[in-house]
């Protein structure tokens, strides 16, 4: 190795045991790093230099000290990384993101199980709420799916809702996808997409700024969200309420100067009440996958429309039935009172469209059109 590798290695281990430092971040990092020569020299400065440069609040300065006595086991750990899977991705490397180029804030280190987004391909930040709805959550499962078909990258950030089923989606679609994660790298959140996790890390990749093992705390996902929206050229949500923490997301995209989309929703429906707003102040609406691949000038091959099925091949009463059918899950009274066909038959009917996939049977005797 020569001179040049060992000093930045130097760097990069001297980075990795200030990202271990529970109460320091990239931007006070940054500003350390502009009163030194390196990032290494950090180390040899005592905490009350910090104190007195008006960097560190004195609780932080004294515990800088004790910080300073895991330099050791820091540099074991790093160098157990590779081993573990883990990459450990910094301002200093030549893989470092390029649309981090220029953004306020950035993350000046990012462990990574997998890949990066490719910088010269589209990518697209799919959110939304956590409590989704089922139409919500087959709106986002089918996005992501029909865009990473066409080549889309989309980033999330795993959690319940709407992150996951657009990232599900992508999967489906043979597509890649990466997760931005709250927590450490080693730490899957929430637990039930567990699953989802392993294959993100085999088709994509997962990314977290935290140290190994930081629990998935709340204040971390505000601060996270940076990443979702500066890996991507594009945000679209799909449900989210007036006050969703999704809109976070969206103020941070629009700072770095993201372009933003919106999935409709009903004005009486509070889930959608955020994507209303959003349209309302400028939004880009989205029907289909296709708006959004126009929008990028990507050709979409399928033409697909959201909101429209071929109905060739049904008999008279299915299609009639199915005609008061829409991506809402409706009941099965109020389908019946509608169509005006007795109880019996038209459960029949609507068991035919479900088995030809056509409609989706939500339980509790709701049935919505399949996306």
Known sequence: MNLENQRMEREKEALYWLSRIPFLGSVTVGRMRSCTESYEEIYNIEGKT???????????????????????????????????????????????PERFQGLEGRPLWLSVRGRLPDSHRPALAIIGSRSATRYGMEIAECFGRELAKEGIQIVSGLAAGIDGAGQKGALEGGGDTYGVLGCGINICYPREHYQLYEEIVRSGGMISEYRLGEPPVARNFPVRNRIISGLSDGILVVEAREKSGSLITVEQGLNQGKDIFAVPGRITDPGSAGCNQLIQNGAYPVNSPGDILEYFGIRFQKKLSLHEKNEKGLAKKEKMVYSFIDLHPKHLEDIVSECGLPLSECMMILLDLELKGFVTSFGGNYYGRKL
């Open 50 to 96: 910090w104190e007195a440069r008006g960097i560190l609040s004195p609780d932080k300065a004294r515990r800088m000290e004790t910080e300073r006595g895991k330099i050791k086991e820091a540099l074991e750990e790093y160098h157990s990384l590779a081993g573990r899977g883990i990459r450990f991705i910094t301002i200093l490397d030549q893989d470092y």
